[in-house]
């Protein structure tokens, strides 16, 4: 969403959006409702990001050892919303590379690293240098830019991520290539998403189908790239390619908006679900904009095997849409709760923290919520205040966690 597609939203439906985030009977005529929800939308949107950098300050983990695919320290985005944000902080991570081990030129002697280096220029024949030194020349002359990136790890590492996320067992090793036919499938970065490895004609054909750009338009790819990431979850195709025919009128029928026998082609169909169906979160799922990898893996995690599991993107999304409702317990809730309160003020204070860990612990954490409430009342100085409010991120990641890990047991 964008705070310029409400204009696109009729009377009915803009009201309908303001009532839903506790705006109380929400009046006047079309341009006051659309100035009344950009105005909530950008306050959410202002509250998510500064929520996201004091949490990410705390939370955040490298994944990766190099500098490209290195995870983010920081789910810095206006448009990060608060369950992507405790999803990362709560993701279990990989440990680190390690060069003396993790990568493919990890065993080399140093004949060979040298040979290598001196032959891609980096280092000169004659000049001396250690095997400390020789590994780092090698990890940002051939580990950084490694395309994907796990081609430069070690079979041993490819192992150990594949197991890690649950897609192979611990006991016995693969070859190289089988190995790397298992990455080619799973491997996602948490940052990666479907247009990452999108091609510049790729770019350019969606955004002309989506009517983003004219067919003339002459756009760098980086700002292609953009554009797509701006609008992608705002198509409809986007948004319900997740949703079979048959599940679309079933709920129009079931709420009245559709007779059974009416016959309609599926533009139409998703046109008039998209005007009718209200649910603002379901728009807005994160799973929405993962690359195939990574709904795969989340498939494979919930009881999917190699075999079973779907060849299309709509398949893949459908499967992950019917699991990720399904998984919507306890800790979704929460998240819910959590996105609430972050939307409720033009900017967030350490004391909406403290509301969300209270929301986290429950009653028998209130005495804690409110004590640090307290010393953030206290604080005399910017920098105490955000001291304070980053041990609350990191409390409020670690009972996120925890949070997380019930809800999966309960599963």
């Known amino acids: 969403m964008k705070d310029d597609s409400f204009a696109a939203w009729d009377e009915s439906k803009l009201r309908q959006w303001l009532l839903d985030q506790g705006i109380v009977a929400p009046k006047g005529p ?3 409702l659309v100035q ?3 105005s ?3 306050q959410y949107t202002s509250a998510a990001s500064s929520y996201s950098s004091r949490a990410s300050a705390a939370a955040s983990t490298a994944v990766h050892g190099d500098k490209y695919w290195q995870a983010s320290k920081s789910a810095s985005s206006a448009s990060s919303s608060a369950s992507s944000v405790a999803a990362e902080a709560t993701q279990s991570v990989m440990r680190k590379l390690d060069e003396t081990k993790d990568y493919v030129y990890s065993t080399w002697d140093d004949n060979k690293l040298r ?5 891609k220029g980096v280092i000169t024949p004659n000049q001396k240098t250690t095997r400390q030194q020789l590994l780092a020349y090698m990890h940002d002359s051939y580990a950084t830019v490694a395309n994907p990136v796990w081609e430069a790890w070690s079979e041993s590492y490819m192992h150990a991520w594949l197991v890690h996320h649950g897609l192979m067992k611990s006991e016995g090793e693969k070859s190289r290539e089988a190995l790397r036919k298992q990455m080619e499938n799973y491997y996602y970065n948490v940052n990666d998403s479907v247009w990452s490895t999108w091609s510049e004609s790729d770019l350019r054909s969606w955004l002309i189908k989506h009517n983003i750009i004219k067919d003339d338009a002459k756009l760098s790819v980086d700002k292609m790239r953009k554009l797509v990431a701006d609008n ?3 198509t409809t195709d986007s948004i319900y390619a997740g949703w079979k025919e048959s599940e679309m009128r079933s709920w129009l029928i079931e709420h009245g908006y559709m007779r059974s026998d009416a016959q309609v082609k599926r533009d139409e169909l998703v046109k008039l679900f998209n005007d009718k169906y209200h649910d603002l979160s379901e728009r807005t799922k ?3 904009t993962w690359p195939d990898a990574r709904l795969r893996v989340f498939l494979r995690q919930h009881g999917f095997t190699e075999n079973t599991l779907p060849k299309t993107r709509d398949e893949l999304l459908h499967e992950v849409r019917l699991r990720y409702t399904q998984t919507s317990s306890r800790a979704e ?7 609430a309160t972050l939307s409720s003020g033009v900017e967030i204070a350490e004391e909406k923290l403290g509301d969300i860990l209270s929301m986290l612990g429950g009653t028998a954490e209130e005495a804690k919520v409110q004590t640090r409430k307290a010393h953030l009342e206290a604080a005399k100085s910017a920098e105490v205040a955000a001291k304070s409010a980053e041990k609350i991120a990191a409390s409020l990641s670690a009972e996120a966690a925890k949070a997380s890990k019930q809800a999966k047991s309960e599963l």
């Open 30 to 32: 079309k341009e006051q």
């Open 36 to 38: 009344s929800a950009k």
């Open 40 to 42: 909530v939308y950008n």
């Open 115 to 119: 040979a290598y280096l001196e032959d």
């Open 232 to 234: 992608y979850s705002t």
């Open 286 to 288: 994160a799973y929405l």
């Open 333 to 339: 809730a929460l998240l819910s709760k959590i996105k």
